[in-house]
């Protein structure tokens, strides 16, 4: 009796810790992406602790552009495993604003917070839409780093559960309140034994 009163603890302990309970630290993604002039690929890692890879493929056969982020201020453009450039910090917040998971997870993660508002790496607000039952993120906003009258709005949805995260699967991005870009995501892996970064140069 003793032996199967222990096993039942353990298998309660063991239901008892869900996924739902774990520390997220990696995300990794891919995306079949569609902008008003042409498709492309688009996979994306992560961490929580400021790492970014932004790599592209385009369809057409268009060079591809592959950077990687250290927090806000160290940035570079890749060509194979070699570093091509530093990258600025406008294009660098370019790069880091497309962690659309993990800025639905957890946007301190990715943007400064001063104050009760977000900033990203050039010090531009992000603003950010929450839903008001649930407080999850919606939609956000960032100014282009590139053209500071511009708006570039980003949003949400088909939300499905991934490893005990509940992440969206479908991003749609306006810029300039004119131009749509949408990112269609068929692959996304939490905390990835198979993760690794690229050491700081």
């Not at 569609?34 to 790599?55: M, N, Q, S, V």
């Not at 039952?133 to 009258?149: H, K, L, Y």
Request: glycine letters at 8%.
């Amino acid at each position: 009796m003793t032996n199967l009163r222990y096993l039942f603890i353990l298998l309660f302990i063991s239901c008892s810790s869900t996924k739902q309970n774990q520390e997220l630290y990696s995300i990794s993604s891919k995306a079949k992406c569609k902008g008003p002039e042409r498709e492309y690929h688009t996979t994306l890692h992560a961490t929580i602790d400021g790492y970014f890879r932004f790599h592209q493929n385009y369809n057409d056969g268009s060079p591809g552009y592959d950077a990687v982020a250290f927090g806000d201020t160290l940035g570079f453009e890749l060509v194979g495993d070699s570093i091509s450039r530093v990258i600025d910090a406008a294009e660098l917040s370019v790069g880091k604003g497309h962690s659309f998971h993990l800025i639905a997870h957890k946007p301190k993660a990715v943007f400064n917070y001063r104050k009760g508002k977000y900033f990203d790496a050039i010090g531009n607000e992000v603003k950010f839409q929450f839903e008001p039952e649930s407080s999850r993120v919606e939609g956000f906003q960032i100014t282009n780093p590139f053209d500071s009258t511009e708006k570039i709005d980003i949003y949400y949805s088909q939300w499905e559960d991934v490893q005990g995260f509940t992440l969206p699967m479908h991003v749609q991005i306006i810029q300039g309140g004119k131009d749509e870009y949408f990112f269609e995501f068929y692959e996304v892996k939490v905390n990835d034994p198979a993760f690794s970064t690229i050491p700081i140069p």
